[in-house]
């Protein structure tokens, strides 16, 4: 699941989609690319982080995309890095609160991949 980047207010699906058909191609994997609202005039943050969150919640739906959580590998680039922290924040914040609430926690570890122009690719994996 890859966020694009472009400042949160350019770039789109299609500016990264060589990339990431590269990068599926590379990977032998299928690589879901989320369009989110961009500044200032479709969102703010909150928006772009509520549609990510969205998006890998379908991603893992048995009634949506039916991936299991733990082949997801979430990332992006410049602000859609950003986005795939926000995630793996949002996903850590969720599980804290059904384990506080006792409810049945599902196994939620998730694997991510931030790009960004001052730092190397790094795959980093975690457990919320």
Same mark, same amino acid.
């Given at each position: +699941?890859? +966020?694009?980047?472009?400042?949160?207010?350019?770039?789109?699906?299609?500016?990264?989609?060589?990339?990431?058909?590269?990068?599926?191609?590379?990977? @032998?994997?299928?690589?879901?690319?989320?369009?989110?609202?961009?500044?200032?005039?479709?969102?703010?943050?909150? @928006? +772009?982080?509520?549609?990510?969150?969205?998006?890998?919640?379908?991603?893992?739906?048995?009634?949506?995309?039916?991936? @299991?959580?733990?082949?997801?590998?979430?990332?992006?680039?410049?602000?859609?890095?950003?986005?795939?922290?926000?995630?793996?924040?949002?996903?850590?914040?969720?599980?804290?609160?059904?384990?506080?609430?006792?409810?049945?926690?599902?196994? $939620?570890?998730?694997?991510?991949?931030?790009?960004?122009?001052? @730092?190397?690719?790094?795959?980093? $994996?975690?457990?919320?």
């Amino acid at each position: +699941m890859w +966020m694009h980047g472009g400042a949160f207010i350019f770039c789109h699906t299609g500016t990264h989609a060589r990339l990431l058909s590269s990068l599926g191609a590379a990977a @032998d994997a299928k690589v879901l690319s989320v369009e989110y609202s961009l500044c200032p005039d479709e969102g703010r943050y909150a @928006d +772009m982080l509520r549609e990510v969150t969205r998006a890998y919640e379908w991603l893992v739906d048995a009634d949506g995309g039916g991936a @299991d959580p733990k082949d997801v590998v979430v990332g992006g680039d410049s602000a859609g890095g950003h986005l795939a922290l926000g995630l793996i924040a949002e996903l850590a914040k969720k599980k804290r609160e059904e384990e506080d609430g006792g409810g049945g926690a599902r196994e $939620n570890q998730v694997r991510s991949i931030h790009w960004s122009p001052y @730092d190397r690719v790094r795959v980093v $994996n975690a457990d919320p």
